[in-house]
């Protein structure tokens, strides 16, 4: 199968091109070129179907023209080596836990699926000239995500760009501690700066001619489609616990919009979503299109859910491809809802205290939206996309607690930060890159 550009439906690659190039040449976002349908017969029996084997039904859906079976097989069981949890936190509220991988963040799905498949495609090894450099923009858990998915992996370097300051202090430790191929730059600016630095060395002529670079955000297709398999996966569960899937809300903690456009793409396979919910902090410009038609985007401002601190949504463009523009389709598919950090921490609270389950700042946008826009006697799902201790002293201070850190976290936090500082200007990147890789 095919990828096209956003920015021009007969500029088309193919899933190996469009992995390895992350961002298209003309700046657009690949798409596949037709979203297969999956058969009604899986999911009749999906409830007795396990995380892997589902995932590995979809995935072998949208690759299996390209990846050979065993291949994928593997990438898909490799990927999928922890488990994700749908808990009932009251009644027809449903937490699916994203945040039981290596990093505690949902991005290790994408992450993992992505360095595999990108190995598969790269197979070349360690010498200089094979080098893949893996740019990335993160306002938090992506960076962690990739770092730790891309750590050693020969032939491939990692550059993680943040905003300097702008990251919880354990997130930081996640990607400035690694060292080995993961580079850390920290840049005097926003979330948005960086996703433009790297946005423009990807579509740079003169420096793709001279260094292979790749993007491992959301941008690239290996990093976002296999998001889609936990929403299969929740539907399982549900199914699987006898509770009725026919009127199912999914509230998304969104930021660049990758992980609800995933979503959407599930449903156009054939998954039962009746609507979705775009939960955002107080980087609204999502929200603001639904309410005016008009997309503006402005510079990101800091919250306590740092990680959806983006300003312009990269899979915004992804978004009106698939529903060809329409404004009102849209509309009847998508609501949203924006929260303020004093509005984030008090649900943190409310829900704590009145059921003991402790949300992470993002899962608070995402499960607050769900009660403001679900409708009586449908099903709810939030995700809570991160675990609450990356966020510990925000989260203690909503609760009254000291959470303890896990172990896979405080591990990071022992190690020595190493930093690049840098101006939030392309030219800093561009300069830097080439002194770095040659
Ligand atoms: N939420 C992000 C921002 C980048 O998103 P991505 O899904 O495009 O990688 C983060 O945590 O860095």
Request: aromatic fraction near 8%; hydrophobic fraction near 35%; charged fraction near 20%.
């Given at each position: 199968m095919n990828?096209?550009?956003?920015?021009?439906?007969?500029?088309?690659?193919?899933?190996s091109e469009a992995v390895?190039?992350?961002?298209?040449p003309d700046g657009g976002l690949y798409m596949p070129e037709r979203i297969p349908s999956i058969p009604m017969a899986f999911f009749k029996h999906i409830g007795q179907m396990s995380l892997q084997e589902i995932a590995f039904v979809v995935a072998s859906t949208l690759f299996g023209d390209d990846i050979q079976s065993d291949n994928l097989k593997k990438i898909v069981t490799e990927t999928l080596s922890f488990d994700i949890p749908l808990k009932e936190v009251e009644p027809g509220i449903y937490a699916l836990e994203l945040f039981h991988g290596p990093t505690l963040a949902f991005k290790d799905v994408g992450a993992r699926f992505m360095a595999r498949m990108l190995a598969l495609f790269n197979n070349k090894?360690?010498?200089?000239?094979?080098?893949?450099?893996?740019?990335?923009?993160?306002?938090?858990?992506t960076g962690s995500a990739v770092a730790n998915g891309f750590l050693d992996v020969p032939g491939v370097r990692v550059f993680v760009l943040y905003p300097q300051g702008k990251v919880s202090r354990i997130q930081e430790a996640q990607f400035t501690t690694l060292g080995r191929n993961i580079t850390a730059i920290e840049v005097d600016g926003t979330f948005d700066d960086c996703q433009a630095m790297v946005k423009s060395a990807f579509i740079d002529p003169s420096l793709n001619s001279t260094?292979?670079?790749?993007?491992?955000?959301?941008?690239?297709?290996?990093?976002?489609?296999?998001q889609m398999f936990y929403y299969f996966h929740a539907y399982a569960?549900?199914?699987?616990?006898?509770?009725?899937?026919?009127?199912?809300?999914?509230?998304?903690?969104?930021?660049?919009?990758?992980?609800?456009?995933?979503?959407?793409?599930?449903?156009?396979?054939?998954l039962n979503i009746s609507h979705f919910i775009a939960a955002n902090n107080r980087n609204d410009v999502f929200l603001q299109y639904l309410l005016t038609g008009k997309y503006v985007p402005r510079p990101s401002v800091q919250t306590v859910a740092n990680a959806m601190d983006v300003g312009n949504p990269s899979n915004f463009a992804r978004i009106l491809d698939l529903y060809g523009g329409s404004y009102d389709d849209i509309?009847?598919?998508?609501?949203?809802?924006?929260?303020?950090?004093?509005?984030?921490?008090?649900?943190?609270?409310?829900?704590?205290?009145?059921?003991?389950y402790v949300l992470d700042p993002h899962?608070?946008?995402?499960?607050?939206?769900?009660?403001?826009?679900?409708?009586?006697?449908?099903?709810?799902?939030?995700?809570?996309?991160?675990?609450?201790?990356?966020?510990?002293?925000?989260?203690d201070s909503a609760i009254g607690t000291d959470l303890p850190i896990p172990s896979k976290l405080a591990m990071f936090?022992?190690?020595?930060?190493?930093?690049?500082?840098m101006s939030p200007q392309y030219p800093a990147l561009r300069k830097f890159l080439l002194n770095e890789c040659h």
């Open positions: 990828y096209y550009s956003t920015n021009n439906p007969h500029y088309t690659a193919s899933l390895t190039q992350g961002l298209a090894g360690g010498d200089n000239e094979n080098v893949v450099n893996v740019l990335v923009a993160t306002s938090g858990d260094l292979t670079l790749t993007s491992a955000n959301s941008i690239n297709v290996a990093r976002f489609l296999p569960r549900l199914a699987e616990m006898g509770v009725p899937v026919d009127r199912l809300t999914v509230s998304v903690p969104s930021g660049n919009f990758g992980n609800i456009c995933s979503a959407l793409i599930a449903k156009r396979m054939g509309c009847r598919d998508i609501s949203g809802f924006t929260y303020n950090d004093d509005q984030i921490l008090h649900t943190v609270s409310e829900l704590y205290n009145r059921t003991g899962g608070a946008v995402a499960y607050r939206a769900l009660k403001d826009g679900i409708e009586p006697g449908a099903i709810g799902i939030f995700l809570e996309t991160a675990h609450p201790a990356k966020f510990k002293s925000a989260v936090m022992r190690g020595e930060k190493q930093t690049v500082k």
